[in-house]
């Protein structure tokens, strides 16, 4: 696969665009069915009405207060994942790195179970509306310290190391993962009980507060990363051949981390960890609309809704009433999604 | 669990949609969501189990229960999963969770009654005495609650005569071979208790992982283990695991077994379970324990 998107060639535009397109019409697919089916069977005439408001509470309500959210959350959250992940991979020409590797979603972990295990004292402190909020700004900013820290740890002299970053990171990730271990062993019962749910990721919590925390920033960072996607392009061809050709490597580095973390800190601080989309999204987008960022980012944002919201319908409907943990999905239908992908390109390719 | 019927449940219940929404609607009677075992128990034992439509996982007893569609885990609900059920009360116990699914059901208009908190048997005929106030079953109620207390009454009297305090160990898990022990302000601690014996472990609240070390140095007389924390195999070999085997009451073979609802559920069943593992404990004193 050595095709690469050249401006006004006009056959491999089309080819990606249309690309571009089937994401598109399919994360627009699977977010009308994520309103559309649930283990409440409501008919379409009813799902209409309610969105219009002249249906039954009930119907209200689930379409309203418990779809809808979930399915925009959903949305918002998988390209957010997979935004960071293929601005990531693009950064540290790394095509491993997600944002679980380089520390920003233990940051946020760590962040929430602070919250929740030691929150319960500062939460007197707080009013009353300020409360709620307690746990997503905790793992928002504990996704923002794990990646300053990183990308502060990683930089001499004006430039960051790329192995470095990693490898800080993996430090994060396991610094992050034994004070988490720590606060489970000091939390009691019922702090506990908040943690289980919590830490298995999911979007079953989803409301319109959620809604209005995560789907902003994730907007942010979204803008702040489409811009990038030139000089994703030129730190394809090595960082000091992208800084000779103009290219502010270090501002990129810089603009790369904090995007990252403003969309994965607002993903998890609503939802959770959920891995592998971050990793595989990118992945599934470069196969199939080749390696220039243009192309690249919005078909992986694309396709990351597509994966969280294929994956979390899968989930509410399988085996109602009870629903499994989120990443079992997304790791079930992307996983092999990935590999027939892979194995279908290796083939033609040679 | 995924099974053939759940999928075809599923699919039948998409196809069928709207149809089957009339027609449970034009059923009669109350249809109640139970969640939590105990309360489910409880239910069941003033004579309400007809109008229970599902349960959660942690419901086992009485056997009727098992026919019962779930809706998974206490503590992982989903609330349009347990609208689905088109329930139009939910009792739920205080563990019930998380918050915001329960809220959501609230919001559609069902009624959600939480029950009361806390371990120990003050809590038992305050369940009891909460499930028939809110199905209206007072008189009911109010009965299985004076039979509980009664039968706990004679049951601690036929216990007073017990001059021993075994010492024990509870182990809610043996997972990984790492044992995670009772300490105090558990229902197993309350249990120990009440079955007069000494919980080994002081020196923390709630459950905690407990190193094989420590567990022999605090040489408990006898290991107690919920049914589940053994699974399949046999009791021996799930110890041997877990570097347990050095301690006292395993070198002795005094590890007791017990159903983990009826122990630690605090619901009807709760004099019986004091009894059963005070004649466990006590097993010298078991013949003349007038139970």
Known sequence: ?350 | MLTRRNLLAAAVGAAAGSASWTMVRAGTGQRVLVLGGDLAEIVFAIGAGEIVIATDTTALWPPEVEKLPKVGYLRRLSAEGLLSLMPDLVLAGADAGPQGALDQVRAAGIRVETGPEGTGFDTVSKKIVFVGSVLKRDAEAEALAARVAMEMASVEVALSSLAETPSVLFLISLANGAPMASGTGTAADEMIRLAHARNVVDGFEGYRPLSPEAAVGLAPQIIVLPDHAVGAGDVRSALDGTGLAATPAAGQGRVVVMDGLKLLGFGPRTPAAVGELARALHPAAAARLDL
């Open chain 1, 1 to 350: 696969m050595q095709r690469v998107a050249v401006p006004g060639m006009p056959s491999t535009f089309s080819r990606d665009g249309l690309a571009v397109l089937c994401f598109a019409v399919l994360a627009l697919a699977l977010a009308s069915a994520g309103v559309m089916l649930g283990p409440v069977p409501l008919g379409f005439g009813e799902v209409l009405g309610a969105l219009s408001g002249h249906a039954e509470t009930r119907s209200q309500v689930i379409v309203l207060e418990i779809r809808a959210p979930r399915v925009v959350l959903g949305a918002a959250i998988g390209a957010g994942l997979a935004l960071s992940g293929t601005a990531l991979q693009g950064v540290l020409r790394n095509p491993l790195a997600d944002p679980g590797l380089i520390g920003v979603t233990a940051g946020g972990a760590l962040g929430a179970v602070a919250a929740i295990v030691v929150g319960s004292h500062v939460a007197e402190l707080l009013p009353e509306a300020a409360r709620s909020w307690l746990l997503p700004l905790a793992a928002f900013f504990g996704a923002g310290a794990a990646t300053g820290f990183v990308f502060a740890v990683s930089r001499r002299d004006g430039t960051t190391h790329t192995a470095t970053l990693i490898l800080a990171g993996v430090a994060v990730n396991s610094i992050a993962g034994a004070v988490i271990g720590l606060l489970i062993y000091v939390s009691d019962d019922r702090q506990l009980r908040d943690l289980t749910f919590w830490t298995m990721g999911g979007l079953g919590g989803a409301d319109w507060r959620m809604v209005a925390l995560a789907v902003p920033c994730i907007g942010v960072a979204t803008v702040g990363l489409m811009r990038l996607t030139r000089a994703l392009d030129l730190l394809q061809l090595g960082e000091r051949a992208a800084w000779y050709s103009g290219l502010e490597v270090g501002h990129v580095k810089t603009a790369v981390g904090l995007w990252s973390a403003l969309a994965v800190g607002a993903g998890t601080a609503v939802a959770g960890p959920i891995g592998f989309i971050g990793l595989v999204a990118p992945h599934i987008a470069r196969l199939c609309v080749g390696p220039g960022h243009r192309m690249v980012v919005p078909a992986a944002a694309l396709t990351g809704s597509a994966l969280l919201l294929g994956a979390d319908l899968t989930v509410r409907l399988i085996v109602p009433p009870a629903e499994p943990p989120v990443g079992l999905a997304t790791s079930l239908i992307g996983g092999p999604f990935f590999l027939w992908l892979l194995l279908t390109r290796m083939r033609r390719d040679a």
